[in-house]
């Protein structure tokens, strides 16, 4: 793939875990650094509640960083906002800030997937659906329409997508309470 670019969205709140879990520490490194390290350039890191604080945390040296005002309204603001910034690309590689696991390896084995008769790729694990997800250019352009606390899922029917099984190469796991994280520190 030509022209790609890497989107880590990290723009909710924290809610469920009690405040911005972008910067909670698991292996000696905040949540969102995880997903920072192992994403390739060019970086854009979407981040909203919290901005100011997960920005002066986390190491994102040569990230292009977005604030997404609306982030209050979901994901789909925030991929909006980071499909936004990346431009007129080829390929957008979207990975969730929260899933601290997923390697180099898993994402650029997605995008490799994204061959000619694809429209986007979508990761499995276990034959459940994960990040990365890798948009191509046709999807990349219904982005601005979405609304609401969404993903790319229901859009993504209206394409042809790759599923791409990684269940080997990495732990799928997302942390949504401090609970969860608590058992992985163990």
Same mark, same amino acid.
């Given at each position: ?6 989107? &880590?969205?990290?723009?909710? +709140?924290?809610?469920?875990?009690? *405040? ?7 292996? *000696? ?9 192992? +994403? ?5 890191? #979407?981040?909203?509640?919290? /901005?100011? =604080?997960?920005?002066?945390? %986390?190491?994102?040296? *040569? ?5 997404? @005002?609306?982030? =209050? @309204?979901? $994901? ?8 936004? +910034? #990346?431009? /007129?690309?080829?390929?957008?590689? &979207? ?6 696991? &997923?390697?180099? $390896?898993?994402? %650029? *084995?997605?995008?490799? $997937? ?6 986007? #790729? ?6 459940? !659906? ?12 219904? &982005? !601005? ?17 790759? =599923?791409?099984? /990684? ?7 997302? %942390?949504?309470?401090? @609970?969860?994280? @608590?058992?992985?520190?163990?």
């Amino acid at each position: 793939m030509a022209d790609a670019a890497f989107i &880590v969205l990290a723009a909710g +709140a924290g809610r469920r875990f009690g *405040g911005p879990k972008q910067l909670a520490p698991l292996g *000696g490194r905040p949540l969102l650094q995880h997903a920072v390290d192992a +994403a390739p350039d060019p970086l854009t890191v #979407v981040l909203g509640a919290h /901005a100011d =604080e997960v920005r002066a945390g %986390i190491d994102l040296d *040569g990230a292009r960083v977005v604030v997404c @005002e609306d982030w =209050e @309204e979901g $994901q789909a603001a925030s991929l909006r906002a980071g499909v936004a +910034a #990346v431009g /007129a690309v080829d390929a957008a590689i &979207v990975l969730l800030g929260d899933m601290p696991f &997923v390697t180099t $390896q898993v994402i %650029i *084995g997605a995008l490799d $997937q994204l061959t000619t008769g694809w429209d986007a #790729v979508r990761t499995l694990y276990g034959g459940k !659906p994960g990040h990365p997800v890798v948009l191509g250019r046709r999807v990349l352009s219904a &982005v !601005p329409s979405l609304r609401g606390d969404v993903g790319a899922r229901d859009l993504l029917r209206s394409y042809r997508v790759r =599923e791409w099984e /990684a269940g080997q190469l990495a732990d799928p796991v997302d %942390i949504d309470t401090r @609970e969860q994280l @608590e058992v992985l520190a163990t």
